[in-house]
């Protein structure tokens, strides 16, 4: 069953609910969502934990994560064409989420 991460751009402040960062282990499943009206995509920050080194993800799908260590991302809701970021290394826009892999093996 995939960790489930919510996203929030009315909370205060915006962004990952709860823990953070949250842990998945290697080879598990999360899924970011969001109950916001509009279409939520991540974008990981330097580095993804994803097969292939997949850095930009649809939000509200199981993902896999395959190496270990901490990942930021950026959070995008597409609400009509209007993109609103929230990017846990801008002071202006704070918020965004992160997770750690776990190097021990999930299922």
């Known amino acids: 069953m995939a960790e489930k991460i919510e996203i ?3 909370a205060t402040p915006p ?11 290697r080879d598990g499943q999360f899924r970011v969502f969001t109950k916001d ?6 974008e990981f920050i330097g580095d993804s ?3 292939d080194q997949v850095m930009t993800a649809d939000g509200d799908k199981d ?14 809701l597409d609400v009509n064409g ?3 970021v929230l990017d846990p ?3 202006a826009t ?14």
């Open 8 to 10: 929030s751009y009315s």
């Open 15 to 25: 962004g990952q609910v709860g823990l953070r960062p949250r842990k998945v282990k």
């Open 37 to 42: 009206p509009g279409v939520l995509t991540i």
């Open 49 to 51: 934990p994803l097969k």
């Open 63 to 76: 993902l896999t994560v395959v190496k270990p260590g901490k990942y930021l991302f950026k959070c995008i």
């Open 82 to 84: 209007a993109k609103h």
């Open 89 to 91: 290394r801008d002071p």
């Open 94 to 107: 704070p918020g965004g989420g992160e997770i750690e892999v776990d190097p021990d093996r999930g299922g």
